[in-house]
T-cell receptor, first 114, second 117 residues
Framework: NAGVTQTPKFQVLKTGQSMTLQCAQD?????MSWYRQDPGMGLRLIHY???????DQGEVPNGYNVSRSTTEDFPLRLLSAAPSQTSVYFC?????????????FGSGTRLTVV | AQKITQTQPGMFVQEKEAVTLDCTYD???????LFWYKQPSSGEMIFLIY??????QNATEGRYSLNFQKARKSANLVISASQLGDSAMYFC??????????????FGSGTRLSIRP
């Protein structure tokens, strides 16, 4: 039972480069989300999905794209990396339905843009 | 729009004392859920406790309890008999029941709790 798996754990990018952060869950969760956490701050929602083929923007979507072709996978794409995107990125998933289901989080990806 | 506010950026508490971490929220949805997560220095997010807006009793999970005051829109986390391992960042979060928002959980800015031996 792997839970939520994020890869890579660490990444250094040069300004302007693009990359994809991978997220996979094996719990058959309908909901998946991407958050970013800047030093000393809370988590801000980037994009989220309620199921395969359905995604929506969160609080800070600019510079990021997502797609959800399967229930299991929810990759986050950085189109043209900027130093302001230096952050820790968390992927999370949850059952739909009753509110008592909170999110299960991956271990995070620490991204540095130089 | 839903909003979570945590007004205590940092707290220091003596080991074995009880501690209360404050959380206030704002929502127009009568159906919502409130969560507390712990983030130790290792970085993972650990679910601690849940309170539903229609729950009649305050939630408890071991040494964690939630002081839920619906009229005041507050959901404070109480940790009894604090331990050194409780030193961490604590986040309050909310999920609304409205079908358009139920998939989103938003977080407060967090409180860094430090336990003194």
């Amino acid at each position: 039972n792997a839970g939520v798996t994020q890869t890579p754990k660490f990444q250094v990018l040069k300004t302007g480069q693009s990359m994809t952060l991978q997220c996979a869950q094996d719990m058959n969760h309908e909901y998946m989300s991407w958050y970013r956490q800047d030093p000393g701050m809370g988590l801000r929602l980037i994009h989220y999905s309620v199921g395969a083929g359905i995604t929506d923007q969160g609080e800070v979507p600019n510079g990021y794209n997502v797609s959800r072709s399967t229930t299991e996978d929810f990759p986050l794409r950085l189109l043209s990396a900027a130093p302001s995107q230096t952050s820790v990125y968390f992927c999370a998933s949850s059952y739909g339905g009753p509110l008592r289901y909170g999110y299960t989080f991956g271990s995070g990806t620490r991204l540095t843009v130089v | 729009a839903q909003k979570i506010t945590q007004t205590q950026p940092g707290m220091f508490v003596q080991e074995k004392e009880a501690v209360t971490l404050d959380c206030t929220y704002d929502t127009s949805d009568p159906s919502y859920g409130l969560f507390w997560y712990k983030q130790p220095s290792s970085g993972e997010m650990i679910f601690l406790i849940y309170q539903g807006s229609y729950d009649q009793q305050n939630a408890t999970e071991g040494r964690y309890s939630l002081n839920f005051q619906k009229a005041r829109k507050s959901a404070n986390l109480v940790i009894s008999a604090s331990q050194l391992g409780d030193s961490a960042m604590y986040f309050c979060a909310m999920r609304e029941g409205n079908s358009g928002s139920a998939s989103k959980i938003i977080f407060g800015s967090g409180t860094r709790l430090s336990i003194r031996p």
